[in-house]
């Protein structure tokens, strides 16, 4: 689903175009899919395969919309799929939430996280998947709850609501953090 | 500041880094997809281009027009600027020259699919004696096509590198030949079309002082849509034509028209843009570049069926 709320801008992109993308969205879509997915084996995953489709949906031509929207709403997108296929309802936590991974990984290893971002995405894991998402959507995407609402096909005071109760567990959860 | 600003913070600085390796691999499959697509796409464009001349049943005579003029479409502005006796000099002077090299720089737009638009660059070599050759390269200086105008074989042959093929047209048994105004001679007898250009007054280009002239729907293009056949269906067009003051040549050419769904356009409403300059009259260049260079693994797609 190509979100409408972006504003459209219509242009072919070179391979230039792609790459550069590439190299000012990969961190923080890697940030994104790991506070979503709480995985980060699986957050590399989600976001090579977006990084493949947007190359082929480049070559191919397609209109895209504001790429960074499409970028993040293509995260949301798999990320979803993640949950389907680890049959997760929508009210469960994520189990692999609780172990916090560790930074010596395997040469295939792409991201390199920082204590802070883990501890984050641990506290993320502990909030239903529709609040962690509203909650992922407004600090990466920086979209108001109307935006917001927009993707998520809900009102707009179903997504305040999510949002209200996601940042007070947030805010308990790591109650000695973000006072640092 | 309150909760929700405290965890956006917590969140932004948060970091996370990615190791190089795996970056180049990701862009090196990421590039290989990208190209993969752009091929499939050039591919599919140039059949449905051909799919659509066949369902239209050109003729041959028309066929080899439609190519001819689409390719000339750069070059008869001159017929629209230079019929006044203010240009007869420079008509005159440019009969000196065998041959010209210019650069062209030429923006294509999908009038009724907003933001659909082509850009390339195009070095175009002409010779008196031999025809021309114009090379069009995409934005990342990628060769995508080269189409030859052959005076000696009397054949169209365009290569469309990407997809790695190439067809050929001919031109034997038609009513047409190349005619000179593929070349800087022909050029001036295509002048004899009348005009009223329009003086521009005069600018400095690259150092030099041109003085220019306007022609807005000039006869000459009028009379290329009627040799098409209505095949070429060229709509409201302007160009302008720059002229060293010193040297009496033309040193830029900015055009600008519109095309109406036409072969040419794979059935597109389109609007172009050019701007022609680096104008290097009797440039001196390698013959040998009229020698049609097609790569052994570049497939032939059957033209004969619209020859027919």
């Given at each position: 689903?190509?979100?409408?709320?972006?504003?459209?801008?219509?242009?072919?992109?070179?391979?230039?175009?792609?790459?550069?993308?590439?190299?000012?969205?990969?961190?923080?879509?890697?940030?994104?899919?790991?506070?979503?997915?709480?995985?980060?084996?699986?957050a590399e995953d989600i976001v090579q395969e977006v990084f493949l489709g947007f190359a082929r949906a480049a070559g191919k031509k397609e209109k895209l919309s504001n790429i960074k929207g499409y970028l993040i709403t293509a995260v949301l997108n798999k990320a979803r799929n993640y949950y389907r296929d680890n049959k997760k309802s929508s009210n469960e936590t994520l189990d692999c939430a609780d172990e916090?991974?560790?930074?010596?990984?395997?040469?295939?290893?792409?991201?390199?996280?920082?204590?802070?971002?883990?501890?984050?995405?641990?506290?993320?894991?502990?909030?239903?998947?529709?609040?962690?998402?509203?909650?992922?959507?407004?600090?990466?995407?920086?979209?108001?709850?109307?935006?917001?609402?927009?993707?998520?096909?809900?009102?707009?005071?179903?997504?305040?609501?999510?949002?209200?109760?996601?940042?007070?567990?947030?805010?308990?959860?790591?109650?000695?953090?973000?006072?640092? | 500041m309150n909760r929700q600003e405290n965890i956006k913070k917590m969140y932004e600085q948060a970091k996370l880094n990615t190791i190089n390796a795996k970056d180049k691999a990701v862009l090196k499959q990421m590039k290989e997809i990208y190209l993969e697509e752009s091929k499939a796409e050039i591919k599919t464009t140039e059949l449905s281009l051909w799919s659509n001349i066949m369902k239209n049943r050109i003729t041959k005579f028309a066929t080899a027009a439609i190519i001819f003029a689409g390719i000339l479409i750069g070059m008869n502005y001159f017929g629209g600027a230079m019929s006044s006796v203010a240009l007869a000099d420079v008509a005159e002077k440019i009969k000196q020259f065998d041959s010209l090299i210019?650069?062209?720089?030429?923006?294509?737009?999908?009038?009724?699919?907003?933001?659909?638009?082509?850009?390339?660059?195009?070095?175009?070599?002409?010779?008196?004696?031999?025809?021309?050759?114009?090379?069009?390269?995409?934005?990342?200086?990628?060769?995508m096509t080269?189409?030859?105008?052959?005076?000696?074989?009397?054949?169209?042959?365009?290569?469309?590198?990407?997809?790695?093929?190439?067809?050929?047209?001919?031109?034997?048994?038609?009513?047409?030949?190349?005619?000179?105004?593929?070349?800087?001679?022909?050029?001036?007898?295509?002048?004899?079309?009348?005009?009223?250009?329009?003086?521009?007054?005069?600018?400095?280009?690259?150092?030099?002082?041109?003085?220019?002239?306007?022609?807005?729907?000039?006869?000459?293009?009028?009379?290329?849509?009627?040799?098409?056949?209505?095949?070429?269906?060229?709509?409201?067009?302007?160009?302008?034509?720059?002229?060293?003051?010193?040297?009496?040549?033309?040193?830029?050419?900015?055009?600008?028209?519109?095309?109406?769904?036409?072969?040419?356009?794979?059935?597109?409403a389109v609007n172009v843009v050019s701007e022609t300059k680096n104008l290097e009259w009797g440039a001196k260049f390698d013959d040998s570049i009229f020698n049609p260079d097609i790569p052994d693994d570049y497939k032939p797609i059957d033209s004969s069926a619209f020859m027919r």
């Open positions: 689903m190509v979100v409408k709320i972006f504003k459209i801008n219509n242009r072919k992109l070179s391979f230039k175009d792609v790459e550069d993308t590439y190299l000012s969205q990969k961190n923080s879509l890697l940030k994104f899919a790991y506070v979503l997915v709480g995985n980060i084996d699986n916090i991974p560790a930074n010596n990984k395997s040469p295939e290893q792409w991201a390199i996280l920082s204590e802070q971002l883990q501890l984050l995405s641990k506290a993320m894991g502990e909030l239903p998947i529709e609040q962690r998402e509203v909650v992922s959507l407004y600090m990466e995407g920086s979209l108001t709850f109307k935006q917001i609402a927009q993707i998520k096909e809900v009102s707009t005071s179903t997504v305040q609501g999510r949002f209200r109760y996601g940042i007070e567990k947030l805010q308990n959860l790591l109650a000695n953090e973000v006072t640092k | 210019q650069e062209e720089h030429r923006i294509v737009t999908n009038i009724r699919q907003d933001g659909q638009k082509w850009e390339m660059d195009v070095k175009k070599y002409i010779s008196t004696k031999y025809g021309s050759v114009e090379q069009q390269y995409d934005q990342q200086g990628n060769i080269t189409v030859y105008l052959l005076k000696n074989t009397q054949e169209i042959i365009t290569v469309i590198h990407p997809a790695k093929q190439y067809f050929t047209i001919s031109l034997k048994n038609t009513n047409l030949e190349l005619p000179d105004f593929v070349n800087p001679k022909g050029i001036v007898e295509f002048i004899v079309l009348e005009q009223n250009p329009v003086k521009l007054g005069t600018k400095e280009i690259d150092g030099k002082k041109a003085e220019g002239f306007e022609a807005v729907n000039p006869k000459a293009m009028t009379e290329l849509a009627k040799l098409s056949n209505g095949m070429l269906p060229i709509g409201d067009n302007k160009w302008k034509l720059w002229v060293d003051v010193k040297t009496e040549l033309p040193i830029k050419i900015e055009a600008e028209y519109t095309m109406t769904e036409g072969p040419m356009t794979n059935f597109m």
